[in-house]
């Protein structure tokens, strides 16, 4: 089933990023919801699509990002690096994990971690600041080896809750919930499972972490999750969940780069592997 493709991207915390132009369909979509949202409906705008290779030699497509509207948090020039963790096993058969499985990285996923971690460390992070689950923890670890400090915990930076679509696949959870294909298909927020959160729910307390490690005005890495910082960064530049899925969730180990100037946040790079991509 066709429609299953774009239903496992919401399970398969490995999915591999792909190029989207901007007021183009992505042609691997399977419902046609990859297209930009109008410039006039949002807080932000394309500037730039940008290829590179990543640490495997398949293409990077990194998205540039202008933000504007955005008013108060009137503080100084911050920095979020936002590492998401790498590959677990779970990852590979496309289960959904959560919050609520705590499984830790595969052999690939250590193997990743310690791979990235010198691109993580060219931005020069001042604070570290980690979900405690321990795929996050795991994949922070090459890094506060390389500082010689210790990550912050963050419980707010753990993954969306799935409720009892806890290790299913993505085909299994649209047979236990036919409505949630449905929505998925109309691009709309759906509660996962009976007792798990909805994406904007996901986005508003990851949101609120991802302010808080930048209040001080460094440049902080925030280690954490797909769908956690997709939706938290939406929440930062004030999008709905429509525009939240323009961003494509970022690859096992991928790095994307958040700026706030003047009281502005602003996305510098996307899913990429190393500075400048």
């Keep these: 089933m066709v429609a299953n493709r774009g239903l496992a ?46 640490i495997e030699g398949w293409p990077i497509w990194g998205v540039h990002w202008a933000q504007t509207g955005v008013v108060g948090e009137k503080m100084k020039k911050a920095t979020i690096v936002m590492w998401r963790h790498g590959a677990t096993a779970w990852n590979d058969e496309h289960r959904f994990q959560g919050c609520n499985a705590d499984v830790p990285l595969s052999d690939e996923g250590l193997a990743q971690a310690i791979r990235v971690a010198p691109s993580v460390l060219a931005w020069h992070p001042s604070v570290i600041v980690c979900s405690p689950l321990i795929r996050a923890r795991q ?95 939406a929440n930062l530049l004030g999008w709905d969940f429509a525009q939240s899925r323009v961003l494509r969730v970022m690859a096992n180990c991928a790095i994307s780069v958040l700026t706030r100037t003047s009281g502005s946040w602003r996305i510098d790079q996307w899913n990429s592997f190393r500075q400048g991509d």
């Design 9 to 54: 991207e919401t399970a398969n915390d490995s999915v591999q990023p792909r190029r989207v132009a901007a007021g183009r369909q992505n042609p691997d979509s399977c419902d046609g919801h990859d297209r930009l949202p109008p410039i006039e409906s949002c807080t932000a705008i394309v500037v730039a699509l940008s290829a590179t290779d990543d």
């Design 139 to 233: 994949t922070a670890a090459p890094v506060e080896r390389l500082l010689g400090r210790t990550s912050q915990v963050d419980d707010r930076l753990k993954e969306i809750n799935v409720g009892e679509w806890v290790g299913l696949t993505a085909v299994e959870a649209e047979k236990l919930d036919p409505k949630y294909a449905a929505a998925y298909r109309s691009g709309l927020d759906y509660r996962h499972g009976v007792t798990g959160e909805t994406a904007v729910e996901l986005g508003t307390r990851v949101g609120a972490a991802l302010r808080e490690a930048a209040r001080g005005g460094s440049v902080v890495l925030v280690v954490s999750h797909g769908w956690a910082l997709q939706m938290g960064t």
